[in-house]
């Protein structure tokens, strides 16, 4: 059964419309601070719906088991890359953890790591959608 790609590409859009106004956005700093954080909260869903997504389709596709983690989320990421849906696990180990600390806890730092790994999940989500439309059966 393919999977439904729609609502993680909406998420993408969604994501890089946030980043593209926080870019335009100069001048007043307020604005560009609730901008952050705009893109902050749409880093997190579209993280989300992407982990769930690769998730679904290696349960579909590899083995049920291999899709659920045990301890962590390191052995289907891992998966994820051995079957070419994702580059660089590394990159989503760190998507994983910056999506962790925006969600418990708000500082500077936090918002901050946030921020930088929603500018780099932009590229990454895309390569998931567009390996998943290959192998989408």
Avoid: C
Avoid at 35 to 43: G, T
Avoid at 57 to 78: G, H, M, Y
Avoid at 103 to 116: C, G, I, L, R, V
Wanted: cysteine-free.
């Amino acid at each position: 059964m393919a999977l439904k790609l729609d609502t993680l590409k909406r998420a993408l859009h969604t994501l890089e419309e946030a980043i593209e106004l926080y870019k335009e956005q100069q001048v007043n700093q307020k604005l560009q601070l609730a901008l952050q954080d705009s893109v902050i909260q749409r880093f997190e869903y579209t993280y989300e719906l992407a982990w769930k997504t690769m998730k679904r389709w290696i349960s579909d596709n590899v083995n049920p088991e291999s899709a659920e983690p045990t301890f962590t989320r390191k052995e289907p990421l891992r998966l994820a890359a051995r079957q070419g849906l994702i580059e660089d696990p590394l990159r989503w180990f760190d998507y994983h953890e910056a999506r962790a600390v925006s969600a418990h806890t708000y500082n500077e730092a936090n918002a901050d790591q946030a921020f930088q790994a929603a500018l780099a999940l932009v590229g990454d989500v895309q390569y998931l959608i567009d390996r998943l439309e290959k192998h989408n059966d």
